[in-house]
Nanobody, 127 residues
Framework: EVQVVESGGGFVHTGESVRLSCTLS????????VGWFRQAPGKEREAIAC????????TYTDSMKGRFTLSSDNAKKTVYLQMDNLKPEDTAVYYC????????????????????WGQGTLVTVSQ
């Protein structure tokens, strides 16, 4: 069974950092693409970034560049989203999604390209 599981959300204060994890299970091989997305209360879903394995190619949505950084541990099939200098407007449910044998596009991060989605993890940033 294929599963995508996020973890690491919680409550933080403005200016603090959080690292979210996305772990894949049931994926065969070492080629996959993972995207991170978020949805704030009352707002549409936003794309954050995408990472391809095994080469580690990353793509970031322009508005997310600078404070958000992707990394991965391919042996653990885990992708990390490091979020720094958090602001109240970063409060959202953060979702991880994945697709086997997917190379992230250089032109953007596309939710419709993903096949498997996690349940999401809530990050709340207080003032």
């Amino acid at each position: 069974e294929v599963q995508v599981v996020e973890s690491g959300g919680g409550f933080v204060h403005t200016g603090e950092s959080v690292r979210l994890s996305c772990t894949l299970s049931g994926f065969t091989g070492d080629s996959w693409g993972v995207g991170w997305f978020r949805q704030a209360p009352g707002k549409e879903r936003e794309a954050i970034a995408c990472l391809s394995s095994p080469d580690g190619t990353t793509t970031y949505t322009d508005s997310m560049k600078g404070r958000f950084t992707l990394s991965s541990d391919n042996a653990k099939k885990t992708v990390y989203l490091q979020m720094d200098n958090l602001k109240p407007e970063d409060t959202a449910v953060y979702y991880c999604a994945a697709r086997p044998f997917y190379l992230c596009s250089a032109y953007g991060v596309f939710a419709e390209a993903m096949h498997y989605w996690g349940q999401g993890t809530l990050v709340t940033v207080s003032q």
